[in-house]
Protein backbone atom coordinates (compact mmCIF):
# COMPACT_ATOMS: atom_id res chain seq x y z
CA UNK A 1 0.00 0.00 0.00
CA UNK A 2 3.06 2.33 0.80
CA UNK A 3 5.66 3.22 -2.33
CA UNK A 4 9.08 2.67 -0.91
CA UNK A 5 12.13 5.60 -1.10
CA UNK A 6 14.79 4.01 -2.78
CA UNK A 7 17.70 4.97 -0.94
CA UNK A 8 19.79 7.17 -4.04
CA UNK A 9 16.54 9.83 -3.41
CA UNK A 10 17.38 10.54 -0.10
CA UNK A 11 21.32 10.95 -1.05
CA UNK A 12 20.23 13.46 -3.67
CA UNK A 13 18.22 15.70 -1.43
CA UNK A 14 21.61 15.44 1.35
CA UNK A 15 23.54 17.22 -1.52
CA UNK A 16 21.62 19.54 -2.46
CA UNK A 17 21.25 20.47 1.25
CA UNK A 18 25.45 20.53 1.52
CA UNK A 19 25.56 22.58 -1.07
CA UNK A 20 23.60 25.21 -0.17
CA UNK A 21 25.11 24.98 3.40
CA UNK A 22 28.12 25.45 1.81
CA UNK A 23 26.98 28.78 -0.39
CA UNK A 24 25.77 30.14 2.80
CA UNK A 25 29.42 29.36 4.27
CA UNK A 26 31.05 31.37 1.56
CA UNK A 27 28.97 34.68 0.78
CA UNK A 28 29.21 35.19 4.71
CA UNK A 29 33.07 34.71 4.72
CA UNK A 30 33.23 36.85 1.70
CA UNK A 31 30.98 39.44 3.39
CA UNK A 32 32.93 39.29 6.58
CA UNK A 33 36.71 39.51 4.79
CA UNK A 34 35.28 42.10 2.23
CA UNK A 35 37.50 45.68 2.32
CA UNK A 36 36.00 48.53 4.11
CA UNK A 37 35.70 51.79 1.76
CA UNK A 38 37.96 54.17 2.42
CA UNK A 39 36.44 57.40 4.31
CA UNK A 40 35.29 60.24 2.25
CA UNK A 41 38.15 62.74 1.72
CA UNK A 42 37.88 66.40 3.36
CA UNK A 43 38.40 68.17 -0.02
CA UNK A 44 34.66 66.70 -0.81
CA UNK A 45 33.64 69.38 1.31
CA UNK A 46 35.36 73.07 0.78
CA UNK A 47 32.79 74.97 -0.45
CA UNK A 48 32.55 76.21 3.30
CA UNK A 49 28.21 76.30 3.37
CA UNK A 50 27.97 72.29 3.51
CA UNK A 51 28.39 69.49 6.06
CA UNK A 52 29.92 65.98 4.62
CA UNK A 53 30.12 62.75 6.66
CA UNK A 54 33.27 61.07 7.45
CA UNK A 55 34.70 58.03 9.41
CA UNK A 56 36.77 57.92 12.84
CA UNK A 57 39.28 55.42 13.94
CA UNK A 58 36.24 53.21 15.41
CA UNK A 59 34.87 53.29 12.22
CA UNK A 60 31.85 55.72 13.23
CA UNK A 61 30.51 57.71 10.81
CA UNK A 62 30.61 61.99 11.67
CA UNK A 63 29.86 64.84 9.95
CA UNK A 64 32.31 67.25 8.96
CA UNK A 65 31.96 71.08 10.52
CA UNK A 66 31.29 74.31 8.40
CA UNK A 67 34.57 75.42 9.89
CA UNK A 68 36.58 72.29 8.93
CA UNK A 69 35.64 72.73 5.64
CA UNK A 70 36.21 76.55 4.95
CA UNK A 71 39.55 75.75 6.30
CA UNK A 72 40.39 73.01 3.89
CA UNK A 73 39.24 75.52 1.35
CA UNK A 74 41.59 78.18 2.56
CA UNK A 75 44.16 75.70 2.06
CA UNK A 76 43.52 74.27 -1.05
CA UNK A 77 42.65 77.28 -2.70
CA UNK A 78 44.99 79.86 -1.27
CA UNK A 79 48.32 77.46 -1.19
CA UNK A 80 48.84 78.00 2.56
CA UNK A 81 50.63 75.32 4.16
CA UNK A 82 49.02 72.29 5.66
CA UNK A 83 50.32 72.53 9.07
CA UNK A 84 49.43 76.27 10.26
CA UNK A 85 48.12 78.18 13.19
CA UNK A 86 44.65 78.46 13.50
CA UNK A 87 42.07 80.98 15.39
CA UNK A 88 38.41 81.33 15.26
CA UNK A 89 35.51 83.47 16.44
CA UNK A 90 32.16 84.08 15.91
CA UNK A 91 30.82 87.17 16.02
CA UNK A 92 26.95 88.56 16.77
CA UNK A 93 26.40 92.03 15.71
CA UNK A 94 23.79 93.86 18.23
CA UNK A 95 22.30 97.17 16.99
CA UNK A 96 21.72 99.26 20.34
CA UNK A 97 24.08 102.26 19.24
CA UNK A 98 23.20 105.28 17.66
CA UNK A 99 25.80 106.07 16.27
CA UNK A 100 28.71 104.65 14.50
CA UNK A 101 31.71 105.41 16.18
CA UNK A 102 35.55 105.88 15.38
CA UNK A 103 36.26 102.79 17.93
CA UNK A 104 33.82 100.54 19.57
CA UNK A 105 35.29 99.48 22.57
CA UNK A 106 34.90 95.87 24.29
CA UNK A 107 35.46 94.82 27.73
CA UNK A 108 34.45 91.72 29.47
CA UNK A 109 35.26 89.18 26.39
CA UNK A 110 38.69 88.54 25.16
CA UNK A 111 39.29 88.27 21.22
CA UNK A 112 41.09 85.25 21.96
CA UNK A 113 38.32 82.92 23.32
CA UNK A 114 41.02 80.05 23.55
CA UNK A 115 44.61 79.95 21.98
CA UNK A 116 46.06 79.58 18.45
CA UNK A 117 46.01 75.84 17.83
CA UNK A 118 48.78 74.01 15.46
CA UNK A 119 46.75 71.85 12.97
CA UNK A 120 47.29 69.87 10.02
CA UNK A 121 44.58 70.08 7.30
CA UNK A 122 44.88 66.80 6.38
CA UNK A 123 44.32 65.08 9.56
CA UNK A 124 41.27 62.76 9.88
CA UNK A 125 40.47 63.82 13.08
CA UNK A 126 40.30 67.10 12.64
CA UNK A 127 37.24 68.38 13.88
CA UNK A 128 37.22 72.43 14.65
CA UNK A 129 34.39 74.89 16.39
CA UNK A 130 34.03 78.16 16.70
CA UNK A 131 32.48 78.02 20.09
CA UNK A 132 30.65 80.63 21.55
CA UNK A 133 29.85 83.83 19.56
CA UNK A 134 30.99 87.46 21.24
CA UNK A 135 28.73 90.10 20.71
CA UNK A 136 29.55 93.77 19.75
CA UNK A 137 28.08 96.75 19.76
CA UNK A 138 26.81 98.33 16.04
CA UNK A 139 24.46 100.99 14.77
CA UNK A 140 21.91 100.11 12.49
CA UNK A 141 22.50 101.17 8.33
CA UNK A 142 21.41 100.06 5.23
CA UNK A 143 22.39 96.60 3.35
CA UNK A 144 22.84 97.16 -0.25
CA UNK A 145 19.40 95.55 -0.74
CA UNK A 146 17.98 97.95 1.22
CA UNK A 147 19.15 101.23 -0.84
CA UNK A 148 17.43 102.56 -4.00
CA UNK A 149 20.03 104.62 -6.37
CA UNK A 150 17.41 105.08 -9.34
CA UNK A 151 18.78 108.54 -9.09
CA UNK A 152 22.27 107.65 -9.86
CA UNK A 153 24.04 107.73 -13.49
CA UNK A 154 27.32 106.63 -13.95
CA UNK A 155 29.70 106.73 -16.49
CA UNK A 156 33.18 104.75 -17.07
CA UNK A 157 35.63 103.69 -19.34
CA UNK A 158 38.15 100.75 -19.38
CA UNK A 159 38.93 98.04 -21.38
CA UNK A 160 38.48 94.80 -22.15
CA UNK A 161 41.41 92.91 -20.65
CA UNK A 162 40.49 94.94 -17.26
CA UNK A 163 37.66 93.48 -17.33
CA UNK A 164 37.76 89.80 -17.41
CA UNK A 165 41.47 89.71 -15.82
CA UNK A 166 41.19 87.93 -12.55
CA UNK A 167 37.91 86.08 -12.89
CA UNK A 168 36.08 89.21 -14.12
CA UNK A 169 36.81 90.52 -10.39
CA UNK A 170 36.06 94.35 -11.02
CA UNK A 171 32.92 93.58 -12.31
CA UNK A 172 32.26 91.90 -9.32
CA UNK A 173 33.07 94.47 -7.45
CA UNK A 174 31.03 97.09 -9.33
CA UNK A 175 28.01 94.60 -8.47
CA UNK A 176 28.59 95.48 -4.74
CA UNK A 177 27.66 99.39 -5.48
CA UNK A 178 25.44 98.77 -9.01
CA UNK A 179 23.03 95.88 -7.31
CA UNK A 180 21.26 95.08 -4.79
CA UNK A 181 23.68 92.13 -3.89
CA UNK A 182 21.11 89.42 -4.81
CA UNK A 183 21.67 89.82 -8.61
CA UNK A 184 19.54 92.44 -9.15
CA UNK A 185 19.89 96.21 -10.06
CA UNK A 186 19.39 98.75 -7.78
CA UNK A 187 18.23 101.36 -9.94
CA UNK A 188 21.43 102.81 -10.64
CA UNK A 189 22.47 103.01 -14.08
CA UNK A 190 26.13 102.48 -16.18
CA UNK A 191 27.66 103.87 -19.12
CA UNK A 192 30.24 101.86 -19.96
CA UNK A 193 32.46 102.40 -23.05
CA UNK A 194 35.37 99.58 -24.32
CA UNK A 195 38.52 100.45 -25.07
CA UNK A 196 40.20 97.85 -27.42
CA UNK A 197 37.41 95.47 -28.20
CA UNK A 198 35.51 93.86 -30.66
CA UNK A 199 31.96 94.28 -31.30
CA UNK A 200 31.93 90.05 -29.90
CA UNK A 201 34.06 91.19 -26.72
CA UNK A 202 31.87 94.15 -25.74
CA UNK A 203 28.45 92.10 -26.34
CA UNK A 204 30.42 89.38 -23.81
CA UNK A 205 30.83 92.27 -21.43
CA UNK A 206 27.50 94.00 -21.69
CA UNK A 207 25.92 89.86 -21.27
CA UNK A 208 28.01 89.82 -17.95
CA UNK A 209 26.96 92.81 -16.63
CA UNK A 210 23.44 91.98 -16.79
CA UNK A 211 24.13 88.14 -15.54
CA UNK A 212 25.18 90.03 -12.13
CA UNK A 213 22.45 92.70 -12.41
CA UNK A 214 23.84 95.78 -13.72
CA UNK A 215 21.85 98.26 -15.67
CA UNK A 216 24.17 98.82 -18.08
CA UNK A 217 24.57 100.84 -21.86
CA UNK A 218 28.05 99.72 -23.37
CA UNK A 219 29.87 101.14 -26.14
CA UNK A 220 32.90 100.96 -28.31
CA UNK A 221 35.93 103.63 -27.92
CA UNK A 222 38.04 105.10 -30.11
CA UNK A 223 41.00 102.71 -30.14
CA UNK A 224 42.95 106.02 -31.22
CA UNK A 225 41.97 108.27 -28.35
CA UNK A 226 43.93 107.74 -24.64
CA UNK A 227 42.17 107.57 -21.31
CA UNK A 228 41.71 111.00 -21.19
CA UNK A 229 40.10 111.81 -24.54
CA UNK A 230 37.74 108.73 -24.22
CA UNK A 231 36.32 110.48 -20.08
CA UNK A 232 35.75 113.72 -22.38
CA UNK A 233 33.86 112.23 -25.29
CA UNK A 234 31.88 109.84 -22.39
CA UNK A 235 30.78 113.35 -21.28
CA UNK A 236 28.39 113.13 -24.72
CA UNK A 237 27.37 109.41 -23.78
CA UNK A 238 26.22 110.33 -20.79
CA UNK A 239 24.05 113.41 -21.38
CA UNK A 240 22.66 111.49 -23.96
CA UNK A 241 21.87 108.75 -21.69
CA UNK A 242 20.56 111.07 -19.06
CA UNK A 243 17.84 112.68 -21.79
CA UNK A 244 16.88 108.77 -22.98
CA UNK A 245 15.93 108.01 -19.04
CA UNK A 246 14.45 110.89 -18.90
CA UNK A 247 12.13 110.47 -21.62
CA UNK A 248 11.68 106.78 -20.50
CA UNK A 249 10.46 107.97 -16.82
CA UNK A 250 13.87 107.38 -15.28
CA UNK A 251 15.10 110.65 -14.55
CA UNK A 252 18.49 110.88 -12.73
CA UNK A 253 19.82 113.64 -10.15
CA UNK A 254 23.36 113.10 -10.24
CA UNK A 255 25.65 112.12 -13.34
CA UNK A 256 29.19 110.83 -12.13
CA UNK A 257 32.23 110.16 -14.09
CA UNK A 258 34.59 107.54 -12.48
CA UNK A 259 37.55 105.68 -12.53
CA UNK A 260 37.17 101.89 -13.44
CA UNK A 261 38.55 100.78 -10.03
CA UNK A 262 36.69 103.49 -7.41
CA UNK A 263 34.13 101.68 -4.99
CA UNK A 264 31.48 103.22 -3.26
CA UNK A 265 31.67 100.98 0.07
CA UNK A 266 28.17 103.08 1.71
CA UNK A 267 26.16 104.11 -0.86
CA UNK A 268 23.74 105.11 1.14
CA UNK A 269 25.31 107.94 2.98
CA UNK A 270 26.55 108.95 0.25
CA UNK A 271 22.86 109.50 -1.15
CA UNK A 272 21.97 111.05 1.99
CA UNK A 273 24.78 113.59 1.62
CA UNK A 274 23.82 114.08 -2.39
CA UNK A 275 20.46 114.96 -1.28
CA UNK A 276 21.28 118.05 0.55
CA UNK A 277 22.89 119.91 -3.02
CA UNK A 278 19.88 121.44 -4.81
CA UNK A 279 19.56 119.03 -8.23
CA UNK A 280 17.88 121.86 -10.41
CA UNK A 281 21.19 124.09 -9.52
CA UNK A 282 24.34 123.54 -11.84
CA UNK A 283 26.53 121.53 -9.21
CA UNK A 284 30.25 119.46 -9.84
CA UNK A 285 31.05 117.28 -7.19
CA UNK A 286 34.74 115.78 -6.07
CA UNK A 287 34.74 112.90 -4.12
CA UNK A 288 38.27 111.93 -3.70
CA UNK A 289 39.23 108.96 -1.12
CA UNK A 290 42.40 110.07 0.36
CA UNK A 291 45.77 111.48 0.77
CA UNK A 292 46.65 110.14 -2.63
CA UNK A 293 44.02 111.70 -4.21
CA UNK A 294 45.48 115.40 -3.25
CA UNK A 295 48.17 117.45 -4.42
CA UNK A 296 50.13 120.23 -3.44
CA UNK A 297 50.81 123.06 -6.14
CA UNK A 298 53.14 126.54 -5.66
CA UNK A 299 52.12 125.67 -1.42
CA UNK A 300 48.30 125.33 -2.40
CA UNK A 301 46.45 122.16 -1.91
CA UNK A 302 44.28 120.87 -3.98
CA UNK A 303 41.97 117.95 -5.62
CA UNK A 304 40.10 117.19 -9.03
CA UNK A 305 38.18 114.95 -7.60
CA UNK A 306 39.88 111.81 -7.09
CA UNK A 307 38.70 110.27 -10.40
CA UNK A 308 35.01 110.47 -8.55
CA UNK A 309 33.50 113.43 -10.21
CA UNK A 310 29.38 113.84 -10.29
CA UNK A 311 27.25 116.33 -12.05
CA UNK A 312 23.55 117.60 -11.59
CA UNK A 313 21.55 117.39 -14.76
CA UNK A 314 21.93 121.32 -15.06
CA UNK A 315 25.90 121.36 -15.17
CA UNK A 316 26.39 118.21 -17.55
CA UNK A 317 24.24 119.67 -20.27
CA UNK A 318 26.58 122.78 -20.10
CA UNK A 319 29.62 120.93 -20.14
CA UNK A 320 28.67 119.17 -23.23
CA UNK A 321 28.43 122.71 -24.89
CA UNK A 322 31.76 123.66 -23.89
CA UNK A 323 34.62 123.63 -26.26
CA UNK A 324 37.46 122.10 -23.79
CA UNK A 325 35.08 118.37 -24.05
CA UNK A 326 33.48 118.61 -27.38
CA UNK A 327 35.41 116.33 -29.92
CA UNK A 328 34.14 117.36 -32.96
CA UNK A 329 36.07 120.58 -32.37
CA UNK A 330 39.16 122.33 -33.77
CA UNK A 331 41.74 122.52 -30.78
CA UNK A 332 42.73 126.02 -32.10
CA UNK A 333 43.96 127.25 -28.62
CA UNK A 334 46.26 126.09 -26.80
CA UNK A 335 43.78 124.91 -23.61
CA UNK A 336 41.58 122.75 -25.80
CA UNK A 337 44.76 120.83 -26.49
CA UNK A 338 45.92 120.47 -22.97
CA UNK A 339 42.10 119.77 -21.00
CA UNK A 340 42.64 116.68 -23.92
CA UNK A 341 45.75 115.34 -22.68
CA UNK A 342 46.92 114.34 -18.73
CA UNK A 343 44.06 112.51 -16.29
CA UNK A 344 40.57 113.27 -17.17
CA UNK A 345 39.70 114.61 -13.67
CA UNK A 346 42.49 117.25 -13.89
CA UNK A 347 41.62 117.93 -17.65
CA UNK A 348 37.72 118.40 -16.35
CA UNK A 349 38.78 120.82 -13.74
CA UNK A 350 40.75 123.18 -16.00
CA UNK A 351 37.76 123.23 -18.76
CA UNK A 352 35.07 123.95 -15.64
CA UNK A 353 37.35 126.10 -13.94
CA UNK A 354 38.75 128.73 -16.47
CA UNK A 355 35.39 128.19 -18.63
CA UNK A 356 32.61 128.66 -16.25
CA UNK A 357 31.93 130.26 -12.66
CA UNK A 358 31.33 126.54 -11.23
CA UNK A 359 33.54 125.93 -8.45
CA UNK A 360 33.84 121.82 -6.98
CA UNK A 361 32.46 120.97 -4.50
CA UNK A 362 34.04 118.80 -2.30
CA UNK A 363 33.03 115.76 0.01
CA UNK A 364 36.11 114.08 1.39
CA UNK A 365 36.33 110.48 2.06
CA UNK A 366 39.09 108.83 4.27
CA UNK A 367 40.89 112.27 4.03
CA UNK A 368 40.65 116.16 3.99
CA UNK A 369 42.95 118.64 4.60
CA UNK A 370 41.82 119.83 7.91
CA UNK A 371 43.21 116.01 9.15
CA UNK A 372 46.83 117.63 9.09
CA UNK A 373 45.94 119.51 11.66
CA UNK A 374 47.08 117.12 14.20
CA UNK A 375 50.44 115.56 13.98
CA UNK A 376 50.61 111.89 13.20
CA UNK A 377 46.59 111.30 12.82
CA UNK A 378 46.06 108.01 10.54
CA UNK A 379 44.30 108.31 7.78
CA UNK A 380 43.93 105.55 5.78
CA UNK A 381 42.14 102.15 5.90
CA UNK A 382 42.98 101.87 9.95
CA UNK A 383 41.52 104.73 10.88
CA UNK A 384 37.90 104.48 11.84
CA UNK A 385 36.60 106.96 9.13
CA UNK A 386 33.40 105.16 6.89
CA UNK A 387 34.17 105.56 3.82
CA UNK A 388 32.21 106.97 0.63
CA UNK A 389 35.13 106.01 -1.59
CA UNK A 390 37.95 103.42 -2.27
CA UNK A 391 40.01 104.73 -4.92
CA UNK A 392 42.98 102.51 -6.56
CA UNK A 393 42.11 99.89 -4.08
CA UNK A 394 44.04 97.19 -6.00
CA UNK A 395 46.90 99.29 -6.90
CA UNK A 396 47.61 101.09 -3.46
CA UNK A 397 46.53 98.85 -1.26
CA UNK A 398 46.35 94.83 -3.07
CA UNK A 399 42.93 95.37 -1.64
CA UNK A 400 39.80 92.77 -2.71
CA UNK A 401 37.47 95.44 -1.86
CA UNK A 402 34.11 93.16 -3.23
CA UNK A 403 35.01 90.43 -0.60
CA UNK A 404 35.90 92.71 2.26
CA UNK A 405 32.56 94.57 1.56
CA UNK A 406 30.39 91.14 1.46
CA UNK A 407 30.23 91.78 5.70
CA UNK A 408 27.83 95.05 4.84
CA UNK A 409 25.01 92.77 3.36
CA UNK A 410 24.79 91.18 6.90
CA UNK A 411 25.54 94.10 9.41
CA UNK A 412 24.87 97.50 7.08
CA UNK A 413 26.87 99.13 5.18
CA UNK A 414 28.48 101.37 8.26
CA UNK A 415 30.18 98.12 9.83
CA UNK A 416 32.65 98.03 6.81
CA UNK A 417 35.87 99.25 8.39
CA UNK A 418 34.57 99.56 11.41
CA UNK A 419 37.41 99.25 14.43
CA UNK A 420 36.71 97.13 17.36
CA UNK A 421 39.11 97.49 20.49
CA UNK A 422 39.13 94.29 22.22
CA UNK A 423 40.50 95.98 25.57
CA UNK A 424 40.86 93.22 28.04
CA UNK A 425 43.81 91.18 25.71
CA UNK A 426 44.96 94.25 23.23
CA UNK A 427 43.36 93.21 19.72
CA UNK A 428 41.71 95.89 17.34
CA UNK A 429 39.57 94.25 14.45
CA UNK A 430 39.35 96.53 11.32
CA UNK A 431 36.21 94.57 9.84
CA UNK A 432 36.84 92.99 6.49
CA UNK A 433 40.61 94.96 6.31
CA UNK A 434 42.65 93.56 8.94
CA UNK A 435 43.17 92.17 12.66
CA UNK A 436 45.88 93.22 14.98
CA UNK A 437 47.31 92.42 17.99
CA UNK A 438 49.51 94.41 20.18
CA UNK A 439 51.22 92.04 22.43
CA UNK A 440 53.41 94.63 24.52
CA UNK A 441 50.51 96.60 25.25
CA UNK A 442 47.73 99.42 23.12
CA UNK A 443 45.39 101.83 24.13
CA UNK A 444 42.66 103.77 22.45
CA UNK A 445 42.51 107.41 22.83
CA UNK A 446 40.38 110.68 21.68
CA UNK A 447 42.33 113.19 19.52
CA UNK A 448 40.54 115.91 21.28
CA UNK A 449 41.93 114.95 24.47
CA UNK A 450 45.83 115.80 23.87
CA UNK A 451 46.65 112.61 22.51
CA UNK A 452 48.09 113.48 19.36
CA UNK A 453 50.44 117.29 18.84
CA UNK A 454 48.69 120.00 17.36
CA UNK A 455 50.38 121.08 14.23
CA UNK A 456 49.06 124.30 14.36
CA UNK A 457 47.25 123.52 10.54
CA UNK A 458 43.79 123.87 9.25
CA UNK A 459 42.16 125.48 6.31
CA UNK A 460 42.42 128.56 4.78
CA UNK A 461 40.59 129.18 1.24
CA UNK A 462 42.50 130.80 -0.78
CA UNK A 463 44.65 132.70 1.76
CA UNK A 464 47.68 133.84 0.21
CA UNK A 465 49.08 134.07 3.88
CA UNK A 466 48.86 130.54 4.51
CA UNK A 467 52.53 130.10 5.53
CA UNK A 468 52.19 132.87 8.38
CA UNK A 469 48.86 131.87 9.58
CA UNK A 470 49.59 128.31 10.03
CA UNK A 471 46.44 127.20 7.94
CA UNK A 472 46.64 124.53 5.18
CA UNK A 473 46.15 126.88 1.66
CA UNK A 474 43.77 125.20 -0.53
CA UNK A 475 42.89 126.02 -4.16
CA UNK A 476 40.49 129.04 -4.36
CA UNK A 477 37.84 126.85 -6.49
CA UNK A 478 37.14 124.20 -3.95
CA UNK A 479 34.41 124.55 -1.73
CA UNK A 480 33.83 122.78 1.88
CA UNK A 481 30.43 121.79 3.42
CA UNK A 482 30.35 122.26 7.10
CA UNK A 483 29.69 118.26 7.93
CA UNK A 484 33.34 118.89 6.88
CA UNK A 485 34.77 121.09 8.99
CA UNK A 486 37.87 120.28 10.81
CA UNK A 487 35.86 120.01 13.94
CA UNK A 488 33.07 117.71 12.68
CA UNK A 489 35.31 115.13 11.52
CA UNK A 490 37.67 114.76 14.69
CA UNK A 491 34.67 115.17 17.28
CA UNK A 492 34.81 111.25 17.63
CA UNK A 493 37.87 110.56 16.27
CA UNK A 494 40.62 108.02 18.52
CA UNK A 495 43.77 106.98 17.68
CA UNK A 496 45.74 103.77 18.38
CA UNK A 497 48.38 104.24 21.06
CA UNK A 498 50.42 101.49 21.18
CA UNK A 499 54.93 100.25 21.65
CA UNK A 500 56.69 97.40 20.88
CA UNK A 501 55.47 95.06 18.40
CA UNK A 502 52.42 95.43 16.37
CA UNK A 503 51.24 91.79 14.35
CA UNK A 504 48.74 92.02 11.32
CA UNK A 505 46.54 89.68 10.04
CA UNK A 506 45.44 90.86 6.54
CA UNK A 507 41.81 89.74 4.73
CA UNK A 508 42.28 87.13 2.59
CA UNK A 509 38.87 85.72 1.52
CA UNK A 510 34.93 85.76 2.81
CA UNK A 511 32.06 84.02 1.71
CA UNK A 512 28.40 84.53 2.31
CA UNK A 513 27.20 80.76 4.07
CA UNK A 514 23.86 79.28 3.39
CA UNK A 515 21.72 80.36 6.24
CA UNK A 516 23.63 84.15 5.73
CA UNK A 517 26.45 83.72 7.98
CA UNK A 518 29.78 85.45 6.86
CA UNK A 519 32.79 83.88 6.95
CA UNK A 520 35.83 86.11 6.95
CA UNK A 521 39.13 84.76 7.02
CA UNK A 522 42.26 86.94 7.78
CA UNK A 523 46.04 85.50 7.47
CA UNK A 524 49.58 86.12 8.59
CA UNK A 525 51.82 84.09 5.83
CA UNK A 526 54.81 82.68 6.52
CA UNK A 527 58.33 84.96 5.58
CA UNK A 528 58.60 88.60 6.43
CA UNK A 529 55.93 90.62 7.13
CA UNK A 530 54.12 92.47 3.84
CA UNK A 531 52.88 95.93 3.66
CA UNK A 532 50.45 96.32 1.43
CA UNK A 533 50.57 100.40 0.91
CA UNK A 534 48.47 101.59 3.78
CA UNK A 535 50.48 104.41 5.60
CA UNK A 536 49.55 102.47 9.29
CA UNK A 537 51.62 99.57 7.74
CA UNK A 538 54.93 101.88 7.10
CA UNK A 539 56.84 102.98 10.13
CA UNK A 540 59.47 105.83 10.17
CA UNK A 541 62.62 104.96 9.86
CA UNK A 542 63.71 106.81 13.01
CA UNK A 543 60.91 105.37 15.23
CA UNK A 544 62.25 103.43 18.23
CA UNK A 545 59.05 102.43 20.06
CA UNK A 546 57.50 100.34 17.18
CA UNK A 547 58.42 97.55 15.64
CA UNK A 548 56.64 95.02 13.16
CA UNK A 549 56.35 91.23 13.71
CA UNK A 550 59.08 89.41 12.72
CA UNK A 551 59.55 86.55 9.98
CA UNK A 552 57.58 83.19 10.32
CA UNK A 553 57.77 79.63 9.01
CA UNK A 554 54.50 78.93 9.49
CA UNK A 555 50.47 80.63 7.96
CA UNK A 556 48.65 82.20 10.55
CA UNK A 557 44.95 81.97 10.04
CA UNK A 558 42.01 83.44 11.79
CA UNK A 559 38.65 82.73 10.87
CA UNK A 560 35.79 85.29 12.12
CA UNK A 561 32.04 83.87 11.59
CA UNK A 562 29.66 86.93 11.68
CA UNK A 563 26.09 85.73 12.82
CA UNK A 564 22.84 87.32 11.03
Keep these: ?298 NVTLTYGGGAVFFTPSMLTSLAQLPCVNSTAQPSSSSTTETRTGQWDEALYTCIT ?32 QPLTLHHYKHRHRFEAGKAHLVASLCGEACFLQRFFFRDDGWVLVNGHSVAQYPDGVDVLPVTGGSLRESGAGIGVGDSKGGKSGKVRVDEHLVFDKEDSPEKRLEDRKVVSWAGTKRTWRLLDSQIGSNGEVWQAYVKRRGSPVTYGDEDDRLPEDDTVHTQDGPSDVDSIIVLIWEP
Design 1 to 298: MFRSIAPHGRVRTLQILASFLVFCILLSTLRLYRRQPPPPSIYDYTDGKTRGARQNETGITRPVSDETSYLTYLVHEYDLLRQSTYLMRRIRPQYDSRTRNSMTEISGSNFMARDFQTIRATDDWLDLDAGKPVTVSLAKSPTPDQVDASALLFGISTSYDRLTYGNSSLIHDWARWLTNGNGTSNGANLVLTLHRATSSEANHISSKLHEVGIDAVVHPADDTQGSTARYLDLVHLLNHRKDELKNEGHEKKFLALVDDDVFFPSLGKLLSRLSKYDAKKKLYIGLPSERADWTVER
Design 354 to 385: TQTDSKLHIIPSLYAPSDDSLAGLRTGYESGV
